[in-house]
């Protein structure tokens, strides 16, 4: 049985401007209109790709249906013109908009990083479509100091004269991804990177995404413990890397003592921020979470 990708996208408005924004299709040519959904929103940096390696083997094994959105800005998707609204609020509203325009009653979701925090978002509204929710390497407090080190590279918009100068970064840059092959490595950088009519390459992001991790933009802590992880009700799993600077175990414990209760939890050494989910020990457990028990019984 083929597996059929398809880059598909829809129209969405915000401020002033309709955007077009891009996402992938992932099913197999026998999957039945009734199977199950999951979409799959990526960190700050990243873009749909990221979710490869999870998204074949959720349609291949689990006989899911996937999708993965770039959110605006990042991969295929337009950039916004006013750079005021690389937001959480227009991070919301598009992915909403896109669950709307997908139009299937309930889904499941895995969010990275950023993606994680818009899956609190949404979760945590009354009548959400998310059925379950996968929360990679995120949580509802996040340290200052882990913010700080991403504005130390998000939109800096460098440039490579190589490919392999580009890989290069994106290992350094990327680390914490953990102990991926050569052949992981590359399709990171090929998700990554793209060359532009100079021949140079350079990051498939806006640079001004930034702008919201400027130390006049950004307080201290961010705690959303009581505005959204208090308020979520359906059945949630936590991935963690070991060596992560955006959750620590504290988080991991407060998540565990309020809120809605953690149904899985798994933890990956050698890992920093964040899980790549390239590896059946990372993508397995994903699976048997969204196999697991109807979220009724939670």
């Avoid at 199950?36 to 249906?65: K, M, S, W």
């Avoid at 337009?78 to 991070?91: F, I, K, M, N, R």
């Avoid at 959204?228 to 070991?242: E, H, N, Q, Y």
Wanted: proline share 6%; net charge negative.
């Amino acid at each position: 049985m083929a597996l059929s990708p398809v880059r598909r996208s829809f129209r969405w408005l915000t401020g002033q401007q309709w955007h077009q924004v891009s996402y992938v299709e992932w099913r197999l040519e026998s999957t039945p209109a009734d199977a199950p959904v999951c979409v799959c929103v990526h960190g700050l940096t990243r873009n749909a790709l990221d979710f490869d390696d999870i998204a074949r083997y959720l349609v291949t094994e689990g006989q899911y249906r996937v999708f993965c959105i770039d959110v605006p800005g990042r991969g295929e998707s337009e950039w916004l013109l006013d750079s005021a609204l690389y937001s959480y609020p227009t991070y919301v509203a598009c992915v909403a908009a896109w669950l709307a325009h997908l139009g299937y009653k309930e889904v499941d979701y895995v969010g990275t990083s950023m993606g994680g925090l818009i899956g609190m978002m949404l979760a945590s509204a009354r009548s959400s479509p998310l059925r379950r929710l996968v929360i990679n390497d995120i949580g509802p407090f996040i340290p200052k100091s882990g913010v700080e080190r991403l504005s130390t590279y998000v939109g800096k918009e460098p440039k490579w004269d190589s490919f392999d100068e580009s890989m290069l970064y994106i290992k350094q840059h990327f680390a914490g991804f953990g102990e991926l092959s050569d052949e992981q490595w590359h399709r990171l950088a090929s998700a990554t990177v793209k060359q532009d009519n100079s021949g140079k390459f350079g990051v498939k992001y806006d640079p001004a995404i930034a702008d919201a991790l400027k130390p006049e933009q950004t307080p201290q802590d961010v705690d959303l413990f009581p505005a959204i992880w208090d308020r979520i009700s359906v059945p949630v799993m936590l991935l963690r890397g070991a060596s992560s600077d955006l959750l620590s175990l504290e988080t991991v414990g407060r998540m565990r003592q309020r809120g809605p209760s953690l149904a899985a939890y798994a933890e990956f050494d050698r890992v920093g921020h964040a899980p790549a989910l390239m590896t059946m020990d990372q993508i397995q457990p994903v699976l048997a979470f969204l196999r697991s028990s109807s979220p009724s019984a939670q």
